[in-house]
């Protein structure tokens, strides 16, 4: 037997045991987009991989293939993004969740690694699991899962988690350096605080009112003044990458943890062939 927990490493014999001990899948899915002149666009499918390869290694379970597709519109003026349509980003959720279900397993969770933008369609493909199946279906965002810790690392600055700055800068450097210019760094001047946040503030204080809007990729290419970073990446440093990427695996798999210990009645699942 295979000692590796991806799936797509693994032969069908091999799976087919790992099921008669345990129903629990993770599901990474991140994207393909860019994260300024000084990390790749690789990075939130490494979030998505890295923390579900630990937490799996540490609760016994198993991964799907990781997805490296989400729902990127607004990056589109950067060369390189790809993205999905949001209900295409559903729907492909729904299938390999649903493909999964008919093998056996029970417990099915989506890790979301291009934060907060992929929940939405991943919302409503865990919903519509759920219903359809009976199977449990769960979403951990890696940056939501252990929101209050990873901000205390970042020493609760405004905007750290924001995109491509020092939470995200911070992971690579820690996990991938291989991906990271840090020469390409560019200090940002803090920007000013509209009257209405229009996504949900990922970092402390949470003092303003929120008004949802969505740029477009021209939008946000002239945002984000022709170079892709939201915000102030030059604070990161290896050693918070290090910090953020524990906490974060530890939470995810307080989660995991608790999930495996379901007892899910599942009277609408396929049966396994």
């Not at 045991?17 to 987009?33: C, F, Q, R, W, Y």
């Not at 979301?112 to 369609?121: E, Q, S, V």
């Not at 000013?192 to 969505?214: H, K």
């Not at 910090?243 to 379901?262: G, P, S």
């Amino acid at each position: 037997m295979t000692n590796s927990v991806w799936l797509h490493k693994m032969f069908w014999p091999d799976v087919a045991e790992h099921l008669k001990t345990s129903d629990t899948v993770l599901v990474p899915i991140g994207a393909t987009e860019q994260h300024g002149p000084h990390t790749a666009l690789f990075v939130d499918t490494a979030w998505a991989s890295d923390v579900s390869e630990a937490v799996a290694k540490q609760e016994g379970v198993l991964i799907a293939p990781p997805m490296h597709f989400g729902y990127s519109q607004h990056h589109l003026a950067y060369p390189g993004g790809i993205t999905l349509r949001a209900e295409t980003l559903t729907q492909v959720a729904l299938d390999i969740g649903e493909s999964l279900i008919s093998h056996g397993f029970r417990k099915v969770i989506f890790v979301n690694g291009n934060r907060i933008a992929n929940l939405p369609p991943l919302q409503i493909a865990m919903v519509k699991l759920r219903y359809r199946t009976g199977a449990f279906a769960g979403i951990i965002d890696t940056h939501l899962i252990a929101r209050r810790e990873v901000c205390e690392v970042a020493v609760n600055l405004r905007d750290a988690s924001n995109h491509a700055g020092d939470v995200e800068t911070s992971f690579m450097m820690h996990a991938h350096p291989e991906f990271v210019r840090p020469e390409k760094m560019e200090k940002l001047a803090e920007r000013g605080r509209p009257a209405f946040s229009s996504v949900f503030p990922m970092d402390p204080p949470f003092d303003q009112n929120i008004a949802f809007t969505q740029d477009t990729a021209d939008e946000f290419f002239a945002k984000t003044e022709g170079r892709g970073v939201y915000s102030d990446p030059t604070a990161a440093t290896k050693e918070k990458g290090e910090k953020i990427l524990d906490v974060t695996v530890q939470r995810a798999a307080d989660f995991v943890r608790q999930v495996k210990a379901l007892k899910v009645d599942c009277p609408k699942c396929p049966i396994p062939v």
